[in-house]
């Protein structure tokens, strides 16, 4: 996707690339313009995240819901300003240890993914802002937990 397209598609600080029929997410681009700290990916054809993907720090919102990603990659945790992030309806069915890594992560929902029973059961149903701030919460300090312990 050119880059001009992209700051095109910026408004103020927020990027839109919902419903681009994405099956790549064009990483060198975003990063040529930290401004976008609100991303919205939404609605695509991603299957899979490439490792360069936690290179952009300055996302502080992400919106990654309705694709089809079946996986996080291993250093996800790197995105540390991230604040609020959504996997609604993708393939996930586990998080990459340094999830508990996202320390000012506030809000997340993971409903919708074929999670394993552990964090299925500590994530909940997400149904409203509260239980997904609660996700937030609970699903960073399992992974933590298991962290810790291994």
Known sequence: MPKETLRDKLDGNELDLSLSDLTVIPVKDLAAIPSATRLDIS????????????????????????????????????????????????????????FCHLTKLKWLDVKDNPLNDKLKTVAG????????KKCA??????????????
């Open 137 to 150: 919460k609970q699903v960073s300090e399992i992974l933590l937990r298991d962290r810790l312990a291994s």
């Open 43 to 98: 609605c695509n054809s991603i299957v899979e995240i490439s490792d360069s993907f936690c290179s952009l720090r300055h996302l502080v919102v992400l919106d990654l819901s309705k694709n089809q990603i079946t996986a996080l990659p291993d250093q996800f945790g790197n995105l540390s300003n991230l604040a609020h992030l959504d996997l609604f309806q993708n393939k996930l069915t586990d998080l990459p240890p340094s």
């Open 125 to 132: 149903d997400c149904l409203d802002n509260e239980q997904c």
